[in-house]
């Protein structure tokens, strides 16, 4: 099913590019949607804060430093497409060591979100298609 006059897609010029074939947000009606957003910077493969070995393998991760960059990019593609940080009502957290990252997330996801509290979840997966510890999966209301 195509989508219908009111669906349209957004591509931030400033956020990471998509690692396949799907835009950064949908807006369907008043609801945008963005697709899984990762730390990585425009133009560029590697994770900030992500040491690998010769095999491609982490060995070392800024979980701190890959948070403040997701949230970065969010905030991109929100701009981009009409929207504002403020205007988040869902996110879906995904990390790859909640053990040891959770409590960094949950204290900067404090920082980033007092005056704004949208609904969240968070999950833990055994791996991401690139060599980061966190994405996050968003819907904003834009007005």
């Not at 990252?101 to 996801?109: G, P, S």
Request: hydrophobic fraction near 40%; aromatic fraction near 10%.
């Amino acid at each position: 099913m195509a989508p219908d006059a009111t669906s349209s897609a957004h591509n931030s010029s400033r956020a990471p590019e998509p690692v396949g074939l799907y835009p950064h947000a949908r807006r369907a009606g008043n609801l945008l949607f963005l697709s899984g957003v990762g730390p990585r910077q425009r133009g560029q493969q590697q994770v900030p804060g992500v040491e690998l070995n010769a095999n491609g393998a982490v060995v070392a991760y800024d979980f701190e430093r890959q948070c403040h960059a997701v949230f970065q990019n969010v905030r991109y593609i929100l701009e981009e497409a009409g929207a504002r940080w403020e205007d988040l009502v869902d996110v879906t957290v995904y990390l790859t060591n909640m053990r040891d990252d959770f409590a960094t997330y949950n204290r900067l996801y404090a920082e980033y979100f007092q005056s704004n509290q949208p609904c969240r979840t968070t999950v833990e997966v055994n791996c991401l298609p690139t060599p980061i510890a966190i994405e996050l999966k968003c819907i904003a209301v834009v007005s």
